[in-house]
């Protein structure tokens, strides 16, 4: 599968917390380096996300905010 998205970035579920509808997985980009992304549950369990499997993070976005 080809992606437009540029930002693809490779690490290792942390945490998976399930709600009925939504559930929120903590990925572990780097030691210490966490990204969190909410995704329906449904997504969850069609792709076999929990802790320890290693997958890669998609960002795309038209609006990037950085804070200094």
């Given at each position: 599968?080809?992606?437009?998205?540029?930002?693809?970035?490779?690490?290792?579920v942390?945490?998976v917390?399930?709600?009925?509808v939504?559930?929120e997985?903590?990925?572990?980009?780097?030691?210490g380096v966490e990204?969190?992304?909410?995704?329906?549950?449904?997504s969850v369990?069609?792709?076999?996300?929990?802790?320890?499997?290693e997958?890669t993070?998609?960002?795309?976005?038209t609006?990037?905010?950085?804070?200094a």
């Amino acid at each position: 599968m080809a992606l437009s998205a540029r930002n693809l970035i490779k690490g290792t579920v942390k945490e998976v917390k399930k709600g009925q509808v939504m559930a929120e997985a903590t990925i572990e980009i780097a030691p210490g380096v966490e990204i969190a992304s909410a995704i329906t549950t449904n997504s969850v369990e069609k792709l076999g996300i929990a802790a320890g499997k290693e997958v890669t993070v998609v960002i795309k976005a038209t609006s990037v905010m950085i804070d200094a």
